[in-house]
């Protein structure tokens, strides 16, 4: 798992054109696999019939706006706070609700956070020991008056640990900078955000986060201009790469290549929101979900206030039991690793990793699509000398290979294990290849060791028996 990071130098190292490919067009290149789940009404998700009366085994969310579900795997089964939820508040701001389950079907209250706006989530980052809990918070400045950002608080508890000052949230709109004991200033857009035009009018609507394998990938909710107040915004997710949780590493842009989605959604989808806990892997795959609206009226519930510039009179005000949106669920479908790639064209390209401590191991994978071309591996000692038996004429080339989890061999052998203990560095000779990750397993599964979730997974980590996280 050590060995599987990708540092961020490597992250830029890959050329706009190539993050193109594999971040946004990476979803699309093979017919972007969508699955749509079909409209809810609002009374349904809230788990009422259509006469209000709460459904069997419902979960009463009580209309919030915002909803956060999270498997804890450092909990054991049967404890009644493996499962844990946050449901944000229906006004404008108030405090979020939380509940426990041990079997995610039936639920406890456990109390509250303190005021907060009203998108609010939370995650959970393995490498801390810390639950965070991302805020969205409404600025009175921007464009149009409502820029959007997001503030950021951590806690060891989950339950209990959302007790930030309320004092700081003293209206829907924020005036003031960050004081102690408030939730902090975390993230925004940039300058390249909303394809770099019109960016005064560019907001970051949220923020979720997931681990995997060795880092966090965050889940960037862009605003772009237009409608800022209800209705259907117009909003999509761009990744976001950290180690800590809190800084984020993001793919470089221009203005002859804007930063792009990490969905290239082909069902034109406004308000386009992240998916908490997102990312599953299944296989060789990676599920990707997200929400989205189709259709909006232009009104909302109880209001003559048309948000959009429609007339009530002639759209007509939406119902309890019909949402001021028509919104899905979708599911896009990446390669497993698949956010970034090192890309070589027919010329030889060679790519040497910075020192690495390698302290355990016995086989070194890879993800890569070699189909019409091949890569061949070296290990070097410190100075830069290659280690006997590790040479790179000495290596195996992987020839006409698409794999997620295929280990390299040299002439002598697979085993690295007798290198465990040292400083090493790692070069890659690729021709008319993709490499999407690399990492030391400690078997020849190609376990890694990491963060992942997903069908078959135990304990969230890509392991049969790992030993816990020491908090960094």
């Not at 009374?43 to 999270?70: H, I, K, M, V, Y």
């Not at 989950?158 to 003293?170: E, V, Y």
């Not at 709109?173 to 560019?202: I, M, S, Y």
């Not at 892997?281 to 909006?296: K, L, M, N, P």
Request: contains cysteine; aromatic residues 8%.
């Amino acid at each position: 798992a050590q060995m599987r990071r990708t540092s961020n130098a490597q992250m830029r190292r890959t050329s706009n054109a190539q993050m193109r490919r594999t971040s946004a067009a990476g979803l699309n290149s093979r017919r972007l696999a969508v699955t749509i789940k079909k409209g809810v009404a609002q009374c349904a998700l809230d788990g009422l019939d259509a006469s209000g009366r709460l459904q069997p085994n419902a979960l009463p969310l009580a209309n919030g706006e915002a909803f956060t579900a999270w498997l804890d795997h450092d909990e054991p089964v049967g404890s009644p706070d493996r499962w844990k939820i946050l449901v944000g508040p229906i006004t404008n701001s108030g405090p979020s609700k939380l509940l426990g389950s041990a079997d995610g079907e039936n639920w406890e209250a456990r109390g509250s956070t303190a005021t907060a706006a009203d998108r609010i989530s939370f995650f959970r980052d393995p490498f801390r020991s810390r639950w965070v809990f991302s805020i969205r918070e409404n600025l009175c400045r921007g464009g149009h008056g409502h820029l959007r950002i997001s503030r950021y608080w951590d806690s060891l508890r989950f339950f209990g640990g959302g007790d930030w000052s309320s004092k700081w949230l003293r209206s829907y709109f924020q005036c003031t900078n960050a004081h102690k004991d408030e939730p902090v200033h975390w993230a925004g857009v940039d300058g390249w955000d909303c394809g770099g035009r019109n960016v005064k009018e560019c907001g970051l609507y949220h923020l979720d986060a997931t681990p995997y394998e060795s880092v966090m990938i965050g889940q960037m909710g862009v605003l772009h201009p237009g409608f800022a107040h209800g209705g259907c915004k117009t909003t999509h997710v761009h990744a976001a790469f950290s180690r800590d949780g809190f800084h984020w590493s993001r793919t470089d842009a221009s203005g002859d290549m804007p930063r792009v989605p990490l969905v290239d959604d082909p069902l034109g989808l406004r308000y386009i929101q992240p998916i908490a806990g997102n990312f599953l892997v299944h296989g060789d795959e990676i599920f990707v979900y997200y929400g989205g609206a189709t259709a909006c009226r232009r009104c909302n519930v109880g209001s003559s206030l048309c948000t959009e510039g429609g007339d009530a009179r002639v759209v007509g005000a939406t119902s309890f039991c019909n949402s001021s949106m028509s919104e899905l669920t979708a599911l896009a479908v990446l390669r497993r690793d698949g956010f970034a790639s090192l890309d070589a064209g027919a010329q030889r390209a060679v790519i040497t990793t910075r020192p690495l401590l390698f302290k355990t191991g016995l086989r070194l994978f890879v993800n890569v699509d070699a189909t019409n071309g091949q890569l061949r591996a070296a290990i070097l000692l410190p100075g830069g000398r290659e280690a006997p038996g590790f040479e790179l004429q000495a290596s195996q080339p992987l020839s006409r290979v698409n794999s997620t989890r295929v280990f390299l061999n040299w002439k002598r052998g697979a085993d690295v294990s007798r290198l465990a203990g040292k400083v090493i560095q790692l070069r890659f000779e690729l021709t008319m290849s993709q490499l999407y990750s690399f990492w030391l397993s400690p078997n020849e599964n190609g376990e890694s060791g990491g963060f992942v979730n997903g069908p078959g997974i135990k304990k969230g980590r890509d392991c049969t028996a790992c030993a816990p996280v020491a908090a960094r």
